[in-house]
């Protein structure tokens, strides 16, 4: 069995806005930024073996204020600059009661079950209570990558960081695979 790094998107692969405390995905792709050092770290995740699996809420399609065609050509753009193997999206609402919406582990487990991963080898790295959540319900180590927003965590993650780099570090050292450290550059 393989073994991954579920990785949520805005936040922890790019920039999100917050306004009054609480963060929102870019609304178009000229808004779309990676976050420093996040390329390199991709790359020494995936030199080690892990299958990159980017799995996000995107309820704003649900809602009417983004379109599905922009989200997609945002996660075009992603894999394109990215060593990902997928990225995988639940566009409902909370509302809906879906199995794929984070806190829920659906988006996880059915990956789990596609690329045949240990998930008690596998990582959940996001900066939100729902990631953590759906991360240790997968059965997933977790690291909560803090990126000092107001809303609280309902479970305590496995540990913490200030941003993918220190998180991928963290994984490359745990998982004993200390070839791919991420450079500072």
Same mark, same amino acid.
């Given at each position: 069995?393989?073994?991954?790094?579920?990785l949520?998107?805005?936040?922890?692969?790019?920039?999100?806005f917050v306004?009054?405390g609480?963060s929102y995905? #870019?609304?178009? @792709?000229? /808004?779309?930024e990676?976050l420093?050092?996040?390329?390199? $770290?991709?790359?020494?995740l995936? *030199?080690?073996?892990?299958?990159?699996?980017?799995?996000?809420?995107q309820?704003d399609v649900?809602?009417?204020t983004?379109r599905?065609?922009?989200?997609?050509?945002?996660h075009?753009r992603?894999k394109?600059?990215?060593?990902l193997?997928?990225i995988?999206?639940?566009?409902h609402?909370?509302?809906?009661?879906?199995?794929?919406?984070?806190?829920? #582990?659906?988006? @996880?487990? /059915?990956?789990?079950e596609?690329?045949?991963?240990?998930? $008690?080898?596998?990582y959940?790295? *996001?900066?939100?209570?729902?990631?953590?959540?759906c991360g240790r319900?997968?059965g997933?180590?977790?690291?909560?990558?803090?990126?000092?927003?107001?809303?609280?965590?309902n479970?305590?993650?496995?540990?913490?960081?200030?941003?993918?780099?220190?998180?991928?570090?963290l994984?490359?050292?745990r998982?004993?695979k200390?070839?791919?450290?991420?450079?500072?550059d």
């Open positions: 069995m393989r073994h991954a790094v579920f949520d998107r805005d936040g922890v692969i790019n920039r999100a306004r009054d609480k995905p #870019p609304s178009s @792709l000229a /808004e779309l990676i420093p050092a996040v390329p390199q $770290a991709l790359r020494a995936a *030199g080690a073996g892990f299958v990159l699996i980017v799995v996000t809420n309820p649900a809602k009417g983004q599905r065609d922009v989200v997609e050509t945002m075009e992603l394109a600059a990215l060593p193997t997928e995988r999206v639940c566009y609402q909370d509302s809906s009661g879906c199995s794929c919406r984070k806190p829920k #582990p659906g988006l @996880l487990l /059915e990956a789990a596609q690329h045949d991963l240990d998930m $008690a080898r596998s959940m790295v *996001g900066d939100r209570w729902r990631d953590i959540d319900a997968a997933c180590y977790t690291i909560f990558v803090d990126s000092g927003h107001s809303e609280p965590l479970e305590q993650p496995d540990a913490r960081c200030t941003d993918l780099k220190e998180a991928a570090d994984i490359l050292s998982s004993g200390t070839v791919g450290r991420v450079s500072a």
